[in-house]
Nanobody
């Protein structure tokens, strides 16, 4: 059975930091897989925050460039999102996604709330 478990969310003051994790079980998270973090705020569409390929190429939304860092540990089938200098507008439910030619799985989401 495949599971993606996202964790690390919480309540933080503006300017603070959080580190999200997304741990997978039941799949092989290897160099052929892409990992991504998305977020969805109330009343808004889900948006791509950051992605990382198997070759460790990264891509970030303009709104988080320079503040967020995505990384992965294939041996642990885990992906991370280090979030620094958090802003109230970063408040959202954050979802992880693992995509490969033969699978496309989503985590359950972890809530991040940034107070001003």
């Amino acid at each position: 059975q495949v599971q993606l478990v996202a964790s690390g969310g919480g309540l933080v003051q503006a300017g603070g930091s959080l580190r999200l994790s997304c741990a997978a079980s039941g799949i092989i998270f290897d160099i052929r897989a892409m990992g991504s973090w998305y977020r969805q705020a109330p009343g808004k569409q889900r948006e791509l925050v950051a992605s990382i390929t198997g070759a460790l190429n990264t891509n970030y939304a303009d709104s988080v460039k320079g503040r967020f860092t995505i990384s992965r540990d294939n041996a642990k089938s885990t992906m991370y999102l280090q979030m620094n200098s958090l802003k109230p507008e970063d408040t959202a439910n954050y979802f992880c996604n693992f995509l490969r030619y033969d699978y496309n799985y989503w985590g359950q989401g972890t809530q991040v709330t940034v107070s001003s």
